[in-house]
């Protein structure tokens, strides 16, 4: 098995690395959709505004950055008559889980 890790190193170590910068608003929501898997805005935006105050378009702002980074993709399902759209977090995501701190200060560099 160690063959196999050195070998895959040593191919991906010329690749250049993606990185990605976080505020702390997208990093909570980054951190709550890979812990907890696909949800809606509002939920995201209870579990942001749990550890900071939101301005007006914060959050949307950090979605769509979220989105166009690919750190997340939409799902629309359909509740009674009306879609309802959800979130949910892309493989990349769910490798930034455990280096993303529990309360983010500043906006934060992360390589993927």
Do not use: W
Not at 52 to 60: A, F, K, V
Not at 84 to 90: D, G, I, K, L, Q
Request: no cysteine.
């Amino acid at each position: 098995m160690a063959i196999f890790g050195n070998l895959r190193r040593l191919i991906n170590r010329d690749r250049p690395r993606e990185s990605v910068e976080l505020d702390p608003v997208a990093q909570i929501a980054v951190r709550y959709l890979a812990e907890y898997g696909s949800r809606t805005g509002a939920d995201i935006e209870r579990e942001v505004s749990s550890h900071r105050t939101l301005y007006d378009g914060e959050l949307d702002e950090a979605l769509s950055y979220l989105l166009a980074a690919g750190l997340a993709e939409t799902i629309l399902q359909l509740t009674s008559a009306q879609a309802e759209t959800f979130y949910a977090p892309t493989k990349k995501a769910r490798s930034l889980r455990n280096r993303i701190p529990l309360e983010p200060r500043g906006v934060t560099e992360f390589y993927l």
